[in-house]
């Protein structure tokens, strides 16, 4: 299961249980009126507190960026290669 399918089915399965008991599909007995008052803007809760984390997720994750020193020096002697490969072919720089 991809984490794509694992969210839109939780995000489905929050949305029935809402629905559920905000158009009262369950047939239950009124629900007190300070819970339909709470019930309403829910899903705009969750969608702030999503954005929320999605901002701090991506904050901590470019603060804790690796430098891959390694690799960055690699990378500059295949520049170096291919400077050196093609001023030999006449490009200059």
């Given at each position: ?35 339909y ?57």
């Amino acid at each position: 299961m991809t984490k794509l399918l694992q969210w839109l089915s939780t995000l489905t399965l929050l949305g029935a249980i809402w629905a559920a008991l905000t158009l009262n599909l369950l047939g239950l007995h009124p629900l007190p009126s300070p819970l339909y008052q709470v019930l309403w803007p829910l899903p705009t809760y969750f969608l702030v507190a999503f954005g929320c984390y999605s901002l701090g997720t991506v904050g901590y994750r470019l603060a804790t960026f690796n430098d891959c020193e390694d690799a960055a020096r690699e990378l500059q002697a295949q520049i170096r290669e291919a400077r050196d490969d093609l001023t030999q072919r006449g490009l200059k720089f």
